[in-house]
């Protein structure tokens, strides 16, 4: 006898697999630029997340998103990518923002520090 996962069962590991992937994205990645002063690299990191804040994601990239997180997870995938979608437009420094300040900081000739 096959069991069926309660939706709060689902919402639950859900949720836990959002907050360990959150955790990996929390940290901020420090950037570096040869001959850059450390007042410039803030002053331009400080440009490219007011970029980044302006930055919405749009329905083709939702749309997109929940394919893939259907092709990969199935219905659970699904879940956690439309949280994924929701928080990319409500928080801040969510991870499709820190893309965009990622993006927007190699454009300037940065590159990621270890």
């Given amino acids: 006898m096959t069991k069926i996962a309660t939706p709060a069962a689902i919402t639950a590991l859900a949720a836990g697999t959002l907050l ?3 955790s990996a994205w929390g940290e901020e990645a420090k950037y570096r630029k040869a001959g850059a002063s450390v007042a410039v690299e803030k002053r331009d990191s ?7 804040q302006k930055a919405k ?3 083709e990239q939702a749309a997109q998103n929940v394919v893939a997180g259907y092709l990969i997870g199935g219905i659970i995938g699904v879940m956690v990518v439309s949280s994924s979608n929701e928080d990319a437009n409500k928080n801040p420094k969510s991870q499709f923002r820190r893309q965009v300040h990622a993006d927007c900081m190699a454009k300037r000739g940065y590159k990621q520090a270890d």
């Fill in 20 to 22: 360990l992937l959150g």
């Fill in 57 to 59: 994601l749009t329905e």
């Fill in 46 to 52: 400080a440009q490219c997340w007011k970029l980044a």
